[in-house]
């Protein structure tokens, strides 16, 4: 089978998404890069993640033709492999509905920077794509255009979209966000935030990068 070792991955990090919450039955999409074949591989569209097999994963190039798999990619393939031939450092994208993010892709109000292990990990901001109909290509381009270098996106109406150098990185981002915008919602419900500044949010990657981890 082709890329096995990858798709497992694939379908072991949308089954951390549905565990975690980040999903729901057979809602969002999981895909990783091979860096050595560069090519995708994609859950297929609405089935549930709790059976999904190996050969049941979708490996296509990334303009979308399908390289191996008899199943139907998932709906958001277009916007997976946009994110892929715009930004070559990202090898994993988690497309996900979890809660909180939702509920802030719903609203007017931008996104307040209020945890510090976000600004670190993600950057000063966390822009809203404008609403497009889903499986569109008018809704890969606005998402993957409002995500620019960033790595992760709120989608309005929608949910998240977020990257990462591996697709295990692109899950923990996704948890980040989901985590921050609980986080933003119980701080908005007390008072008025206070929001880290795009210098601090700086400051705080600099200082990661140079000291978080073994």
Aim: overall charge negative.
């Amino acid at each position: 089978m082709l890329l096995e070792e990858q798709r497992k991955q694939v379908i072991d990090i949308a089954r951390q998404a549905l565990q975690s919450g980040l999903i729901m039955r057979t809602m969002g999409n999981f895909s990783m890069r091979d860096s050595k074949t560069g090519y995708v591989c994609i859950t297929p569209s609405g089935m549930d993640y709790s059976v999904v097999r190996p050969e049941d994963i979708v490996v296509m190039d990334t303009q979308q033709i399908v390289i191996d798999g008899s199943r139907k990619p998932s709906i958001e393939s277009g916007m997976h492999c946009l994110a892929y031939q715009e930004r070559p450092d990202v090898l994993g994208v988690c497309h996900t509905h979890s809660c909180f993010a939702t509920a802030w892709a719903c609203v007017e109000e931008p996104f307040p920077l209020v945890l510090a292990e976000m600004a670190a990990v993600l950057g000063e901001k966390l822009e809203t794509a404008p609403f497009f109909p889903m499986g569109s290509e008018e809704l890969a381009e606005a998402t993957i255009q409002t995500l620019g270098i960033q790595n992760a996106v709120l989608m309005s109406n929608h949910g998240q979209l977020t990257v990462g150098p591996t697709l295990d990185k692109a899950l923990a981002n996704a948890q980040l966000v989901e985590e921050a915008a609980k986080i933003a919602c119980y701080a908005v419900s007390i008072g008025k935030p206070k929001a880290i500044s795009p210098g601090q949010a700086n400051l705080l990657q600099q200082w990661i990068s140079e000291n978080y981890g073994q």
